[in-house]
């Protein structure tokens, strides 16, 4: 089983910038499209921004613009850029394949303060 350890999170103000990072454990991941989710309490998770194995990316429209997917295969690390954070990013964020079929991980809490 694939295990992900996601790194990078904190506390900012808004307007701040923060890097996501997502380790996996096996080099199967540079067969899979990867994706960054977040969730909030009382709320589902909810994907935000997903990465092809050839680099085509998508973000929710929450994010546009101000989130950017990044991956390093030979790494085994996929990369959440966040800038301009607005309070409402405020979340736990998890990394998965996408759509998800792996063991989720711990994630990393990102919390933005007004």
């Known amino acids: 089983q694939v295990q992900v350890v996601e790194s990078g999170g904190g506390l900012v103000q808004a307007g701040g910038s923060l890097r996501l990072s997502c380790a996996a454990s096996?080099?199967?991941?540079?067969?899979?499209?990867m994706g960054w989710y977040r969730r909030t309490p009382g709320k589902q998770r909810d994907l935000v921004a997903s990465?092809?194995?050839?680099?085509?990316?998508n973000y929710a429209d929450s994010v546009k613009g101000r989130f950017t997917i990044s991956r390093d295969n030979a790494k085994n690390t996929v990369y959440l850029q966040m800038n301009s954070l607005k309070p409402e990013d405020t979340a736990i964020y998890y990394c998965?394949?996408?759509?998800?079929?792996?063991?989720w991980g711990q994630g990393t809490q990102v919390t933005v303060s007004s």
């Open positions: 998965n394949t996408a759509p998800s079929t792996w063991r």
């Open positions: 096996e080099n199967i991941f540079r067969l899979n499209a």
């Open positions: 990465i092809t194995r050839g680099g085509s990316t």
